[in-house]
């Protein structure tokens, strides 16, 4: 089956400074692979996805992300942090076969000021 | 403006009533998707549609039903069977395989 583990629930960071958020992922096959970030009361708001071809991927608000198969991760990632990044994100998968998206538990990040 | 549309934000329930969320997307997308989050945790799949007048269920389908007669929409029903609906409800559409999920805004559902 397929999966995506988000090991940190919470990644604290100070503005100005680099972010990662981390994702794993457990698939059969080629995996796509997507990033969303969801403000408080609001529904998610897509980022970017990895479907096939370069392995950093690029995205909206300057985040990008790394697809690494050996390590079967995909990270997000932004060289800059600001205050108004702090949300929740979610990675996710798609199962293959069938059109059900899955997504991790989510990695709150707080960028201080 | 092209879009998914939930409705409404805020819906309170009584004990023992159904309760239905609508949901319409004007993207011409096929599938569609019914999501709870509750507080603290991810989303977990309620039930999904690839196409019109078919559906399947998700990983928490139990005191939940969907319904798919149009394209454009897919409408949940909170039953008086699911004994903890209190949850923030998304629902969610794409299209082909390779492509992105597009999410409506939420609706807040809370048992009163």
């Given at each position: ?113 | ?24 997307q004007?993207l011409?997308h096929d ?62 559409s794409s299209i ?17």
């Open positions: 089956a397929q999966s995506v583990a988000q090991p940190e629930d919470q990644v604290n960071v100070a503005e100005g400074n680099p972010l990662t958020v981390k994702c794993t992922y457990s698939v059969s096959g080629n995996p796509y692979l997507f990033w969303y970030v969801q403000y408080p009361n609001r529904g998610l708001q897509f980022l970017l996805k990895y479907i096939t071809g370069d392995n950093l991927v690029k995205g909206s608000y300057g985040f990008e992300a790394e697809f690494n198969k050996s390590q079967t991760s995909f990270h997000l990632k932004k060289p800059s942090a600001l205050v108004s990044d702090s949300a929740l994100y979610f990675c996710a998968v798609r199962d293959h076969g069938t059109y059900k998206y899955i997504f991790g538990t989510g990695t709150r990040l707080k960028v201080l000021a | 403006d092209g879009g998914i549309t939930q409705s409404p934000k805020y819906l309170f329930r009584k004990e023992g009533q159904n309760v239905t969320l609508s949901c319409e004007n011409n599938a569609m998707y019914w999501y709870r989050q509750d507080p603290g945790q991810g989303l977990r799949l309620i039930y999904y549609s690839q196409i019109v007048n078919d559906f399947q269920k998700g990983d928490i389908a139990e005191g939940y039903s969907v319904s798919r007669e149009k394209k454009e929409s897919f409408p949940l029903t909170v039953t008086s069977a699911q004994k903890n609906p209190t949850a923030f409800y998304l629902c969610a082909g395989e390779r492509n992105t999920i597009y999410f409506g805004e939420g609706s807040w559902l809370t048992v009163v």
